[in-house]
């Protein structure tokens, strides 16, 4: 799996590609903590290239959204592919995080 | 020309007679002396009555140098010169066969020594079993077998230094170690240092292989000479040695530490098991089957059923985020959550159950990076009501008697994944010939060789078509239905099934 990292003004933003799983977890969660050692952090996770994600994964995103939202932050998801979409609705953490469709549309929603 | 003159000396010594007869041979001649000189003194020297006008000397000469002579009194030059000279060539040629044979012998008693040298070392090496003490043992017996002051020896594991070891005192930093390694490894021979390096006189390095593999080395450094052939022969040769042992004891440790593991797994294993029912209650109105089998030894899906003294049940079906042993864990605490829940509270309310399990697990799930997918059924016998609630989790399926068939989808993000449950309730009319299939995803999310998933619409095909069976025949025939489509390909997720049918 490829990892992006960039900066959107007071946003950070996390780009993968490929197979997101139990083997790649480490620097995902290693930019987790990075990212939110300071208050409230705006994450947005760019799963575009992602065409697969386990369930460790998953908890992954889910622990990024708890790290962020007790330093009074959020992380928003968007670009899933249809696969990871799938899942997401299968397990309802959809209802737990926000997905948006663009890049943009997520970092706005944190301007709003 | 030390030897000769000793091995003249020696020669005079233990060929006494053979001097002795030759000595009388010129007392016959008319000698009044014989007289044998090495390196300026007398060895030998036989006196005989008669006039000692005149003397005979011959020098001994071994390998273009003089290292003595024949002396002989009373005698004429001219006649008796030729004579004595033949006399000292004689002698020359037993010095130097002697000097021979004495090189001959110390080598076979050096090489005597170094073999019984070698053996020594394996067999010290032998008692140890720790990588340290072989390699400790090392540096000392290799630093003493090949005349040197100071030792080192290094372990490697995946190709990064794990263990440096230095004799008798630390002279060198970790970094250096590896960068004589690396220099040794480039050019695939020892390494010679008769330069010195970092402080020492000379230094000899030799990376230790297995299959041509570099897994350690050992370095030598001030041999009170330069480091040539012989010592670096020897050194290969402890090496060798040394390398051999070294491979078993790292083979010992890694096996011992694996059979330690696989037991401890297999424990786990055998808990686990018992863990999740063996006997299914049973309930007015239900026939019940469920199994679980994880993908490794251990795993994060579980099931559960609490019945009630009124003949009611409450069951679960849950899945664990991740796999093995950390799963396994939070499995087992997921259960007791679930059963205590169900066998303590007088809720009879799935949703309010499910927001309570939540309660008690989301600090642990926060803590642990997890999250829990359950399905959490309550069915009332009188009423045939099977009442509900989803946190995550599928696939559940729901056949009616007459085909009509669909998932019972989440409505709540899995368990500890938000601090409160948004799960609500749920309830269908549970009647005779109604099928309930809760499955965890490794059923949906089986793979055939070609990479293509089981995927949802061929379970319920499956369920549909075979609604007549009883809940055992139809777990046997989902999990044969899997297997087959799997072909062998390995099983990547755990798999449960809960089956519950309707009957009179």
């Known amino acids: ?112 | 020309m030390n030897e000769a003159l000793q091995a003249l000396r020696d020669l005079v010594m233990s060929r006494f007679s053979y001097f002795e007869k030759l000595a009388n041979l010129w007392q016959s001649a008319g000698a009044t002396s014989f007289e044998i000189v090495g390196g300026g003194e007398q060895i030998m020297r036989w006196d005989y009555p008669g006039n000692a006008a005149g003397i005979v000397i011959a020098p001994l000469e071994v390998d273009g140098e003089i290292i003595g002579e024949l002396r002989v009194q009373g005698l004429d030059e001219q006649l008796f010169f030729a004579r004595l000279e033949a006399d000292a060539t004689a002698l020359d040629n037993l010095i130097r066969y002697e000097v021979e044979l004495g090189m001959l012998t110390s080598e076979l008693v050096q090489n005597q020594d170094q073999l019984l040298a070698l053996y020594e070392l394996s067999n010290s090496m032998r008692r140890y079993l720790n990588p340290e003490e072989i390699l400790a043992t090392l540096c000392k017996e290799a630093a003493r077998l090949c005349s040197c002051d100071k030792a080192f020896a290094m372990l490697f594991e995946s190709g990064k230094p794990k263990l440096l070891i230095q004799y008798p005192d630390n002279f060198l930093e970790e970094q250096q170690a590896q960068e004589l390694h690396n220099k040794a490894r480039a050019n695939d021979r020892p390494l010679v240092l008769n330069s010195g390096y970092n402080g020492t006189k000379n230094l000899l390095f030799l990376p230790i292989t297995i299959n041509n593999a570099p897994f350690a080395g050992l370095g030598l450094a001030n041999h009170h000479k330069a480091f040539s052939m012989p010592v670096i022969k020897l050194a290969q040769a402890i090496i060798q040695h040394a390398g051999a042992q070294l491979e078993n004891v790292i083979l010992y440790s890694e096996t011992l530490s694996q059979v330690r593991m696989r037991s401890e797994l297999e424990l786990a294993a055998s808990i686990q098991l018992r863990l999740l029912p063996q006997k299914f209650p049973s309930i007015k109105g239900l026939d019940i089957f469920a199994v679980s089998y994880p993908a490794r030894q251990v795993g994060g899906d579980f099931f559960n059923f609490i019945s009630h003294s009124n003949g009611s049940l409450n069951f679960v079906v849950g899945d664990v985020s991740g796999k093995g042993l950390p799963a396994a864990l939070m499995m087992a605490m997921a259960r007791i959550a679930f059963q205590n829940t169900s066998r303590f509270s007088h809720l009879v309310n799935p949703a309010k159950l499910m927001s309570r399990v939540n309660e008690d697990l989301y600090g642990d799930c926060t803590d642990l990076s997890m999250f829990i997918t359950a399905f959490y059924g309550f069915y009332e016998p009188t009423t045939r009501c099977l009442s509900y609630a989803n946190a995550g989790h599928s696939p559940v399926i729901y056949c009616k008697a007459d085909g009509v068939i669909q998932f019972f989808d989440a409505d709540g993000p899995a368990l500890g994944v938000l601090p409160v449950s948004l799960s609500e309730r749920q309830e269908v009319q549970f009647e005779c010939g109604d099928i309930l299939v809760a499955a965890t995803d490794g059923f949906s999310e089986a793979f055939n060789a070609a990479g293509d998933m089981y995927g949802y619409d061929r379970l319920l095909e499956l369920v549909k078509n075979n609604r007549s069976l009883t809940a055992k025949q139809l777990s046997d025939l989902l999990f044969k239905e899997v297997l087959a489509y799997e072909a062998g390909a390995e099983q990547s997720d755990d798999r449960t099934l809960v089956v519950l049918k309707g009957i009179e």
């Open chain 1, 1 to 112: 799996m490829e990892m992006v990292s960039r900066v959107s003004g007071n946003i950070s933003i996390l780009e993968l590609k490929g197979r997101f799983d139990a083997y790649e977890l480490k620097p995902v969660q290693e930019w987790f903590e990075n990212n939110t050692s300071v208050s409230n952090p705006k994450l947005v996770i760019n799963l575009a290239g992602v065409h697969f994600l386990d369930s460790s994964a998953l908890a992954s995103l889910v622990q990024g959204m708890k790290r962020s939202r007790d330093k009074n932050g959020d992380l928003h998801l968007c670009n899933l592919q249809q696969s990871v979409r799938i899942i997401f609705e299968l397990t309802k953490i959809n209802r737990a995080i926000d997905i948006f469709p663009s890049e943009l549309e997520a970092v706005k929603a944190f301007n709003e």
